[in-house]
């Protein structure tokens, strides 16, 4: 007779909500092995034992043929007396003991769920909330943990005698799924007016009906309301763009199936897995040449489209009626995206037509996520639906809980404790109180649902910010000012598992510096624990403060205000805004309102201008992006760039813009003189850390803030350095703008407590 092996087994990570438990169990039936699973507020318990051998392949199983939305993080296997049994059950949910349990994102429509949909003999036939336990709503319907039907918005609705038959049959896929529903049980959907009247006929295909009219839908999705409109309708979309005071930045297009985006755009391997993943973020990617399918007011003035595929079975009704559509965030201006139907009808009633909603609950409202492929790999632009809340594993333990309050604008919080950071779904910019509410209730239901009792806070050194103010608030907690470059290129280490030293290369549009000024053109020699400011572009005058930042001809006034001898009557910047432009140099020759800045993103505002790009702006980022965009990536030529070789090296942003004027004066076209402004900045960024790495001996490099968002630049400056021999960190789980902020002052603060301060290079 074979001996018996008995073996407890805890396993931790996102292993709730995404079909562990039955798995676990078909898993033990076919090892043959007794005893039970089930959830707690840890992760999942496993009590399994057997013959030593098929306790053995049920473990190494059980790490490798995971269910596929399953993200193992640990598993601690403890031998314990054997005391026979003759069957493997899942056991209720246990509620007692700290939380540790970690909570599945929101996961698109399967395949098997899709195809149930598309069946007429199905019971599911076209139910808009059909799910199983690989897909469906997961964080945005949590209340709390573990993650049990009792605990989300789903309680409410309780299961029909089918779907509970599903529901408590180990051989079903929907076996323990928490959101089970069908028509007969589950939530339903309807088509209400502005008055809150509701429209008769099957409220999907109305729907479609009014978005082919050319009406403006809000619309439900996992998260919060969107904002939909036909997207090859002209009227429709410019409707749309005028309600919402949304003048040029561009909206999302969800197409129904993946054939459809290749028709619209270039899509490649990493961008089909993108589009196809299970995650559905809105993908960014080069139009083709050959369709123009979409309307002008969709993304004017752009060579790319955010696409993004049907997530949930609601979208997939729709768009298959419909074809693409404008699927934009459910707000006006910068205000948080509705999720609630009263604040929706109230807040939307002026910009949609119609009102698609549902009963099903959402209880923590989330934007759709933002990436754009670069070299095989997503570049994180948002990190919101689809990836949060899961954890940012890290080879490190934090000492002391930490809270991390992020930047002013695109901001995220974090949470952190042993070796997670819980970084926060897209909160936005907190400039308006509904936003700073979404702030402080998100980091209550995230303080809730890991258990996390911060003691330590981080907060950005500008002291104005909500954030900070938020911060200064709080009692019983040590806070920690960290530098906003500093969290930028902590969180490029963090985001890499590497502590540095590190050459970091800081380039974003503002960041308050250690010296009172404005700092984002930043090189920085630094760890986790600190820095030095080693170089910086050279800083020049910001006339009018915010008003240069809306205005972008004010840098090229500015900028061009170092060299008296160009003939500024040839330029058409200066012609165009000749009233103000004696006015505001002189802001800027008296400081009058005029700060110092050394910010890249400034640098390219200037730019922008002198090529008659952008002389104001409409949205964060707007003269930069179309500055990358107009710029002829077949042109490798360049400017000589003054690059001081003090202590800290400084480079001369002012001789930069004057080879830009130059060039064009001499009739070179624009396309290519933006170019070689790239150019000529990736061989800055070479120079620099060439000779900070000959100073030091550190050879990494790593690339962070919203200027590398733009991949023409980061792409020249990758194969720049990595020709030096350097080694080039870049970002890939959070986004290199200041949505990662908080991840990085977090990073700072736990290796300032495992004192980790000193700097190898000193």
Known sequence: MKSLVRVAVRVEGVVQGVGFRPFVHSLASRFGLAGRVGNDTGGVFIDAEGAESAVAGFLSAL???????????????????PRGGDDFTIVASESAGPRNALVSSDSATCAACLAELRDPTDRRYRYPFLNCTDCGP?????????????????AGFSMCDECAEEYHDPRDRRFHAQPVCCPRCGPSVRLVDNDRAELSGDP?????????????????????????????????????????????????????????????????????????????PIVLLDRRDDTDSVAAAVAPDNRQLGLMLPYTPLHHLLTELTGPIVLTSGNVSDEPIAFGEDDALDRLGGIADAFLTHDRAIHVRTDDSVVRPWRGRPLLLRRSRGYAPEPLSLPWVFPRPVLACGAEQKNTFCL???????????????????????????????????????????????????????????????????????????????????????????????????????????????????????????????????????????????????????????????????????????????????????????????????????????????AAIELEQHADPKELGSYPLLIGDGEPIRVCGARLVRAVVDDLLSGTGTEVVAARFHNTLAQAITSVCTTLGERTGVRTVALSGGVFCNTLLLDRAVDALVAEGMTVLTHSRVPCND????FGQAAVVGALDREWGCLPWQ
């Not at 005028?242 to 270039?266: G, I, N, S």
């Not at 900028?559 to 805004?577: A, G, K, M, Q, T």
């Open 416 to 622: 952190a404790k042993d070796s997670y950071a819980f970084c926060s779904q897209h909160i936005g910019d907190l400039e308006n109180y509904q936003t700073l509410k979404s702030f402080t209730e998100s980091i209550e239901h995230f303080r809730g649902l890991f258990d996390i009792e911060p003691v330590a806070v981080a907060h950005d050194l500008h002291p104005d910010y909500l954030s900070t103010r938020y911060a200064s608030q709080l009692r019983g907690v040590e806070l920690v000012g960290v530098q906003h470059h500093h969290a930028h290129i902590a969180a490029c280490l963090a985001d890499n598992s590497v502590a540095g030293p590190t050459i970091g290369v800081a380039f974003d549009g503002t960041g308050y510096g250690t010296d009172g000024t404005i700092w984002g053109g930043e090189f920085l020699l630094a760890t986790l624990a600190g820095f030095e400011r080693a170089g910086h572009l050279e800083p020049v005058p910001l006339p009018g403060g915010q008003a240069a930042i809306r205005q972008p001809w004010r840098m090229a006034a500015s900028y061009l205000d170092s060299y008296r001898d160009l003939p500024l009557e040839l330029l058409p910047v200066v012609r165009r805004n000749e009233r103000q432009w004696r006015q505001v140099v002189s802001m800027a020759r008296n400081g009058v309102n005029a700060p110092l800045t050394s910010s890249v993103g400034r640098l390219f505002d200037a730019v922008a201008a002198v090529l008659d790009i952008r002389d104001t702006v409409n949205y964060e980022g707007q």
């Open 63 to 81: 790490r490798h043929d995971a269910p596929r939305l399953a993200d193992i993080q640990r598993v601690t296997v403890t031998e314990q007396r």
């Open 204 to 280: 999907i295909r109305r729907a479609a009906d009014l978005l082919r009219d050319g009406r403006v839908l809000a619309v439900k999705g996992l998260g919060g309301y969107h904002l939909a409109a036909a997207a090859d309708s002209d009227a429709a979309t410019a409707a749309l763009r005028r309600r919402k005071h949304r003048e040029d930045k561009p909206f999302a297009v969800m197409v129904p199936t993946l054939r459809v985006a290749q028709r619209l755009c270039e899509v490649d391997a990493e961008a089909q897995r993108l589009l196809t993943g299970h995650r559905r």
């Open 138 to 154: 997961r964080f945005t319907i949590v209340r709390d943990v573990p993650y049990d039907r009792p605990n989300t918005t789903m």
């Open 739 to 742: 949505g990662g902020i908080s």
